[in-house]
């Protein structure tokens, strides 16, 4: 069985005091900040998926006390084995990291790691079923939760599946946290660059009500005159 410590070894000994800096900065480590309390080592995340594939045999256990770390890389590299395992498991075992995954969002708790992780796990297993746990994680209290649901929704984008991104964009009209809208915008963008007229639709319905970052977002890929357009009249 792969022992956790060489794993861990393997994440000190590519730390960067210097990089570390910066990323606690860049993450909001700060007291009452989104990223309080959390320890960076100042790993690359090209260097974070390279170890983490030496790992994918991992169990989740093992796993669950990577998850539960205060260090920012361990939890990031935790959630690259679980997509690893997850393109390579069959359904029984895609089943079992899908409630791994649930069970431990309290620990998914900051936008790359919701980024690197939800639309591979539970946007690609809830694609093709009850989508009712989006919807569940939508309305959550809890802010990475609710970012969890709109990025789990850019797989369904991609198999050109727009609908449930639209509702779940439309409950966040009135979402107060930015790191909402700036996701929410991104899928939209992400929908505008398949089919723009769909959008645009939701656009016209609701772009002076919607928060000006979401749409600033959302019309992004847009003309200079669209974009004119819409921030003109909010």
Do not use: C
């Not at 723009?196 to 002076?208: A, D, G, N, S, T």
Request: net charge positive.
């Amino acid at each position: 069985m792969v022992k956790l410590s060489d794993l861990e070894y393997d994440l000190q000994r590519a730390k960067n005091s210097e990089r570390a800096i910066i990323l606690s900065g860049y993450f909001k480590t700060g007291k009452r900040e989104y990223g309080e309390g959390d320890v960076f080592l100042g790993i690359t995340v090209p260097q974070l998926r390279q170890i983490a594939r030496k790992y994918l045999s991992v169990n989740f256990s093992q796993l669950s006390t990577l998850l539960k770390s205060k260090i920012h890389e361990y939890r990031l590299t935790a959630l690259f084995i679980l997509v690893g395992k997850y393109s390579k498991g069959k359904l029984p075992e895609r089943k079992k990291i899908v409630d791994f995954y649930l069970k431990n969002t309290l620990h998914i708790n900051n936008w790359d790691l919701v980024d690197s992780s939800a639309s591979y796990i539970l946007g690609s297993y809830f694609s093709s079923t009850n989508k009712s746990v989006i919807y569940q994680l939508a309305k959550s209290k809890n802010l990475w939760e609710r970012r969890m649901a709109i990025v789990a929704t850019y797989q369904f984008i991609k198999n050109n599946k727009f609908e449930d991104t639209l509702k779940i964009a439309q409950i966040f009209l009135s979402d107060k946290e930015d790191l909402i809208h700036k996701a929410t915008g991104w899928m939209l963008r992400e929908v505008g660059k398949r089919d723009q007229e769909i959008v645009e639709e939701f656009l016209r319905k609701y772009y002076q009500t919607m928060p000006r970052t979401m749409l600033r977002y959302a019309i992004e890929k847009f003309s200079s005159s669209q974009k004119k357009f819409y921030l003109n009249k909010k």
